[in-house]
């Protein structure tokens, strides 16, 4: 099972970057595929969680309305297109894999991508 994110880089206030994750090994169907984020000296938090088994998808209240996930099960890709981004967002993205339904716990996610990282700043 690999996951490899991309699409991180430096925009300034008010841009937009797209995220990709490249996944292989797996069913995308089984799993639900996430997307969190990591500051220097913070733990994980979860961005967004998308099962494709029950269709359904979740977003932190900071990024509501600004971000969007998805997912090509036929490229096995899964994206996330950020919106009006803030210099509160800038950290390190990561995309990870869990088996079954959404959740918020890092620890339920077996399979990791490497971190993109994304920075807001003008």
Same mark, same amino acid.
């Given at each position: 099972?690999?996951?490899?994110?991309?699409?991180?880089?430096? *925009?300034?206030?008010? !841009?937009?970057?797209?995220? %990709? #994750?490249?996944?292989?090994g797996f069913e995308m169907d089984r &799993?639900?595929?996430?997307?969190?984020?990591? *500051?220097?000296?913070? !733990?994980?938090?979860?961005? %967004? #969680?998308?099962?494709r088994r029950d269709g359904s998808t979740? &977003?932190?209240?900071?990024?509501?309305?600004?971000?969007?996930?998805?997912?090509?099960?036929?490229?096995?890709?899964?994206?996330?297109?950020?919106?009006?981004?803030?210099?509160?967002?800038?950290?390190?993205y990561f995309c990870a894999a869990a088996?079954?339904?959404?959740?918020?716990?890092?620890?339920?996610?077996?399979?990791?991508?490497?971190?993109?990282?994304?920075?807001?700043?003008?």
């Amino acid at each position: 099972v690999q996951l490899q994110a991309s699409g991180g880089g430096l *925009v300034q206030p008010g !841009g937009s970057l797209r995220l %990709s #994750c490249a996944t292989s090994g797996f069913e995308m169907d089984r &799993y639900a595929i996430a997307w969190f984020r990591q *500051v220097p000296g913070k !733990g994980r938090e979860g961005v %967004s #969680c998308r099962s494709r088994r029950d269709g359904s998808t979740f &977003y932190t209240d900071s990024v509501k309305g600004r971000f969007t996930a998805s997912t090509e099960n036929n490229e096995n890709m899964a994206y996330l297109q950020m919106n009006s981004l803030k210099p509160e967002d800038t950290a390190v993205y990561f995309c990870a894999a869990a088996r079954g339904l959404c959740t918020w716990n890092p620890e339920d996610f077996r399979y990791w991508g490497q971190g993109t990282q994304v920075t807001v700043s003008s």
